[in-house]
């Protein structure tokens, strides 16, 4: 499976951005999706996850409110929308695939495939 990200740009506090990650192959919907992100000097953190079918969901409490994943399985693609954006929100934004559960996707340990990611600055 590859990931791709697209999306990230400059914008101001208060801001929104839709990111997207389209993926490649067949089996999308075998996967549980997730984003993460990793700000300059900072180790990446988990940000969302959503289940195979789209019906459950999780946020780390950095986003939640503000934040909300989303997935098209008829077009390989997951989204994160965000909104009011914060200064603290900037950094490198990955998708990741994981064939095992929203805990392991939490955990980053069981993610099977990553994007490259896609840069989102929010400036004060």
């Known amino acids: 499976v590859q990931l791709v990200e697209s999306g990230g740009g400059l914008v101001q506090a208060g801001g929104s951005l839709r990111l997207s990650c389209a993926a490649s192959?067949?089996?999308?919907?075998?996967?549980?999706m997730g984003w993460f992100r990793q700000a300059p000097g900072k180790e990446r953190e988990f940000v969302a996850a959503i289940s195979r079918g789209g019906g459950a969901t999780s946020y780390a409490d950095s986003v939640k409110g503000r934040f909300t994943i989303s997935r098209d399985n008829a077009k390989n693609t997951v989204y994160l929308q965000m909104n009011s954006l914060k200064p603290e929100d900037t950094g490198l934004y990955y998708c990741?695939?994981?064939?095992?559960?929203?805990?392991?996707?939490?955990?980053?340990?069981?993610?099977?495939?990553w994007g490259k990611g896609t840069l989102v600055t929010v400036s004060s």
């Open positions: 192959g067949r089996t999308f919907s075998s996967y549980v």
């Open positions: 990741a695939a994981d064939t095992g559960s929203i805990a392991t996707m939490e955990a980053g340990y069981g993610v099977h495939y």
